[in-house]
């Protein structure tokens, strides 16, 4: 104690904190928690994250579910980039040029063989093979010319 009865500071390199005894206590607390890493906040961005997707989902289904299918084409493309939509459009229209006969459910069939898919992928390109196989139907009826029996 100093002779005004107040407890003596010890002296700093900085007046300002050699001033306020409040100031100092934090220098200190800082000296004991520098070392400390700062918390990880990557599970709550990922719970933010989650639930504005489950709300974009909701409103497009709500609101405009002709998108979904497109959204799931678009997810497993980026989840998988060897299971893109448009790779397997190319196998399935690859299939079905060589071979006109071939039902959608072989194609799918020798896709998921020939890409090494998971087995529980096989309703997806069976769906995209019969999409496949209407288009390619179209595209020869477009193509063409109309034939006397026709009308």
Known sequence: MDHTGHPKMESSLDPG???????????EE???TGDVADPNLRGLQKLAYQRE?????????????????WIQ????????PGLAVE?????????FTRE?????RRAA??????????????NYVWRRAQVVKLRL???????????????
Request: net charge positive; charged share 25%.
């Open 17 to 27: 904190l050699a001033a306020d005894p409040y100031l100092a206590g934090r220098v």
């Open 30 to 32: 800082l000296e004991h």
């Open 53 to 69: 997707v489950r709300a974009l989902v909701q409103k497009i289904q709500a609101k405009m579910p002709s998108l979904l299918p």
């Open 73 to 80: 084409g678009y997810v497993i493309g980026v989840l998988h």
């Open 87 to 95: 790779k397997i459009d190319r196998a399935l229209e690859h299939i």
């Open 100 to 104: 006109v006969k071939a039902t959608p």
């Open 109 to 122: 069939a020798e896709v998921m063989y020939y890409k090494r898919m998971p087995q529980k992928m096989f």
């Open 137 to 151: 139907y179209r595209r020869q009826q477009r193509s063409s010319p109309p034939q006397l029996g026709d009308f």
